[in-house]
């Protein structure tokens, strides 16, 4: 049985188990494998997922009476829509098959977040390879299955969290729960960053090295506030139309605090080019700053820039700059 962590794998799997039809309109599968159709051909177009499937996965019944297979090439009859079927059976095919060696001795039937145990391959692979040190998450069928998020999983090898979704926008969770799950190290934290923050730009001079402390003691959190920038601010900046006050108290209803720089610092020339940041030729200003402790240590951003997007850049990570 192979060490998870001594081995790279699929970071996302199927659940092949949420592949349920039985309280589903033919309308209403059409449309859940359409949704399903592009999540699968979005994540497989992203290499660094190796989304994976287990297993003989056509051989589970969607329908008492009917295994995926032959509901997805017309062998048993539908109104779901041909080219929907074809491109559902055709993604799934090209997804490579898990290695069922790594839980060959495994026990595939789980209980999902308390619920009675089911035979469920690849919720027990991921939940194997989760005990082992290595985060695996479970893409679902949207139509029959409600669990979305970190869900408890056991089975006769233990119990671990695995995290399931159905869209990539629910991804971003999933990675920021690897930083203190899998020990990042910080020459990695950016690479993993820019999945976990995707609305995020990340200044390639930000080091760890500028703050005071280590980076053990100040990365979880480091991605608190940078999860919460990611998640609230450009809303928050957008919805007060860019007022320094009114972005302040919206953020702090998520208890979280910013500021841009005070008037005195806003009248000197000085102080604020040491906020200017150069990226890709081009100068921003980086005035807005996240506290990670009341006395020290700054996260500098910008506001939203058409330049990126509609994005900000996190241009600074520094103990403190000159007020």
């Not at 039809?21 to 699968?40: A, G, K, P, V």
């Not at 979005?42 to 295994?67: F, I, K, N, Y």
């Not at 055709?90 to 039937?109: K, M």
């Not at 690897?178 to 200044?203: I, Q, S, T, W, Y």
Request: aromatic share 10%.
């Amino acid at each position: 049985m192979r060490n998870a962590e001594m081995s790279s794998g699929p970071r996302v799997v199927i659940d092949e188990a949420s592949f349920d039809f039985r309280e589903l309109s033919d309308i209403q599968i059409e449309s859940c494998l359409d949704e399903f159709n592009e999540t699968l051909r979005m994540l497989r177009a992203d290499d660094g997922l190796g989304v994976s499937c287990a297993p003989m996965w056509e051989a589970v019944r969607c329908l008492d009476e009917c295994e995926l297979y032959q509901f997805l090439c017309r062998e048993y009859p539908s109104e779901v829509d041909r080219d929907t079927l074809v491109l559902a059976y055709s993604q799934l095919s090209r997804c490579p098959e898990w290695d069922d060696e790594a839980i060959s001795n495994v026990d595939a039937t789980v209980s999902i977040d308390g619920g009675d145990r089911i035979m469920a391959l690849s919720v027990a692979y991921a939940s194997f390879m989760i005990m082992n040190g290595f985060g695996v998450a479970c893409v679902l069928f949207p139509g029959s299955i409600r669990r979305r998020g970190a869900l408890a999983v056991r089975g006769d090898h233990g119990e671990s969290q695995v995290f399931f979704f159905c869209g990539p926008a629910e991804l971003p969770e999933f990675w920021r729960r690897l930083f203190a799950f899998e020990n990042v190290p910080e020459g990695k934290f950016f690479e993993l960053g820019r999945r976990a923050f995707p609305d995020l730009v990340f200044h390639p001079g930000l080091s760890f090295s500028r703050f005071e402390g280590s980076y053990p003691v100040l990365r979880d959190r480091v991605v608190t506030v940078l999860a919460a920038l990611n998640d609230r601010f450009v809303d928050e900046y957008r919805g007060c139309k860019g007022k320094p006050n009114e972005i302040q108290a919206a953020m702090g209803r998520y208890h979280f605090e910013l500021s841009p720089e005070s008037p005195n610092a806003r009248g000197s020339d000085r102080l604020m080019r040491q906020r200017e940041v150069v990226y890709e030729g081009n100068t921003l200003l980086c005035e807005w700053h996240a506290k990670l402790e009341r006395h020290r240590n700054r996260i500098h951003f910008s506001a939203p820039s058409e330049m990126l997007a509609g994005r900000i850049l996190i241009g600074i990570f520094v103990s403190h700059l000159d007020t």
